[in-house]
């Protein structure tokens, strides 16, 4: 069946880095687009990037763009996200997920899930 792996969450402090990882089985990962999402206690999951099948074309929320860089390795079945200049606000769980077609914002446009890593940015 197919899986979604996520890693490299933790605790950081507000202008750090980390970089997670998302591992994929199961699936033809290198015709799926790759996304990252983030769930804020009592908020709902929202869209931060996402990148083309081929990694030709990225994509990310507003308020992200110039901290956070998506990138993928279809040989590895691999999608990471570099987050750099973190916020507390940043504070959330990620979850990466994958689609075939449509959109990339919407939770619902993609076809599965991982089970998210905590990401905590500490003020």
């Known amino acids: 069946q197919v899986q979604l792996e996520e890693s490299g969450g933790g605790l950081v402090q507000a202008g750090g880095s980390l970089r997670l990882s998302c591992a994929a089985s199961?699936?033809?990962?290198?015709?799926?687009?790759m996304g990252w999402f983030r769930q804020a206690p009592g908020k709902e999951r929202e869209f931060v990037a996402a990148?083309?099948?081929?990694?030709?074309?990225?994509y990310y929320t507003d308020s992200v763009k110039g901290r956070f860089t998506i990138s993928r390795d279809n040989a590895k079945n691999t999608v990471w996200l570099q987050m750099n200049s973190l916020k507390p606000e940043d504070t959330a769980v990620y979850y990466c997920a994958a689609k075939m077609r449509g959109g990339v914002v919407r939770t619902t446009e993609y076809d599965y899930w991982g089970q998210g890593t905590q990401v905590t940015v500490s003020s």
């Open positions: 990148i083309s099948w081929g990694g030709g074309t990225t």
């Open positions: 199961g699936l033809t990962f290198s015709i799926y687009t």
